[in-house]
């Protein structure tokens, strides 16, 4: 057995630290300093190398890699998207990912994503809904009622102050399980047996519907004025949730629209559709929210800066408070040009 140098650790936070991490500081807290992460950055947008996701496509799913990097720090996440994967007993979404020191190349956390996927969601559609959705929202409806939901909605509780969740899913048992994992968390639920119904007096509209296609969640005459719409399930190309012309009479806000008119729900428009870049509302550089009879959306596809907040998030908190553990993932020789050297006398005498 060769015992690794310290050169040769890089923390790893599991699921299971990851769960632990979240317990100690309290989820609400959680969400609300991602979102601060997460806005920090949008708004030192201008410095990060950004790029469009790299996609591998399947009939059944997708399979991405997202990196970005501020000059200091590189991280990366690999992550799918596999609507079928629940009726098989697994996620449609799994992810994990890397941050590493830009001077000198090392990593310096390796994690678990999917919960922290969830929570960056959350948080970024709550942080870019504090700037747009009406000052006296305090109703969301939230449609699609799988794996995201509960953060989603725990995340627009504690940034933007609502107080009532009206929950709708084509599958009866997801907002079952919803409103069970939600109930005496602080939010009234009520349960809902259309999107029609469920949108009824919100003032906020999360769709978050995992299918395979060009779904119409909201048609056109579905949405009335003065709501803002978190449109976050529709982040594939043939994978929407909007009715196009909803598109068409909503001010529309997008995280980077190389990879959004790819991706979001503007794929079904014009290539130069006008969209706002949200960290230029962020900046005071564009209008967010002019009047109270506006339609907003936010065509949330997921950006790879996001992740890196999450990242840089996650890595103050394990220097902190811990909640990792060592992974022996570099090799350390003892002269940096004798790696062979270092395999040949780790072999044990035969
Ligand atoms: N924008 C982002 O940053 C981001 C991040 C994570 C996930 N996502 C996307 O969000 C979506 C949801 O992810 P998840 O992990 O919660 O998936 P999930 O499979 O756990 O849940 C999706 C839910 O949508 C429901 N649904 C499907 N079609 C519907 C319809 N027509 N009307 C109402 N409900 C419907 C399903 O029954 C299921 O309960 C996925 O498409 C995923 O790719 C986006």
Redesign the pocket.
């Given at each position: 057995m060769n015992t690794p140098s310290d050169k040769a650790l890089v923390p790893f936070v599991s699921v299971d630290n990851m769960m632990r991490l979240v317990h100690h500081i309290g989820i609400e807290a959680m969400l609300v300093e991602l979102a601060g992460y997460i806005e920090e950055d949008f708004k030192r947008w201008e410095l990060f190398d950004k790029s469009p996701r790299v996609a591998s496509h399947s009939d059944v799913g997708v399979i991405e890699l997202m990196p970005t990097s501020d000059g200091e720090a590189y991280g990366f996440k690999y992550?799918n998207?596999h609507?079928k994967?629940?009726s098989e007993g697994l996620?449609?979404?799994t992810a994990f990912g890397l941050l590493a020191d830009v001077y000198t190349g090392y990593p310096v956390l390796l994690t678990e994503m999917t919960l922290l996927?969830?929570l960056?969601?959350a948080a970024?559609?709550a942080m870019v809904a504090k700037h747009l959705a009406p000052k006296s929202a305090t109703t969301m409806a939230m449609?699609?009622?799988?794996?995201?939901?509960e953060f989603q909605t725990l995340a627009m509780k504690a940034i933007v102050g609502v107080e009532t969740v009206r929950l709708?899913?084509?599958?009866a048992a997801?907002t079952e399980k919803c409103a069970a994992n939600l109930a005496g968390l602080g939010v009234s639920v009520v349960k809902c047996s259309s999107?029609e119904e469920a949108i009824e007096g919100a003032q906020i509209i999360t769709?978050?519907?995992?299918?395979k296609k060009n779904?119409v969640?909201l048609s056109d005459n579905m949405v009335g004025a003065g709501v803002h719409i978190n449109a976050?399930?529709?982040?594939?190309p043939g994978?929407t949730?909007l009715a196009a012309g909803i598109l068409e009479r909503a001010d529309v806000f997008v995280e980077f629209p190389e990879q959004t008119r790819v991706e979001g729900e503007i794929q079904q428009m014009a290539v130069d559709f006008p969209v706002t870049e949200m960290w230029e509302v962020i900046l005071g550089k564009k209008p967010g929210r002019l009047d109270d009879r506006q339609i907003t959306l936010f065509d949330?596809?997921?950006?790879a800066i996001?992740d890196f907040s999450a990242l840089r998030y996650v890595r103050d908190q394990v220097k902190a408070l811990g909640f990792a553990e060592m992974l022996d993932m570099l090799a350390d020789p003892d002269d940096p040009r004798d790696l062979f050297g270092m395999l040949q006398r780790s072999k044990t005498p035969a």
């Open positions: 992550v998207g609507p994967n629940t996620q449609t979404v996927t969830a960056r969601t970024t559609s449609i699609g009622n799988g794996a995201q939901s709708y899913d084509v599958d997801a999107p769709t978050c519907t995992a299918d779904a969640i976050i399930g529709g982040d594939c994978k949730e949330g596809v997921g950006f996001e």
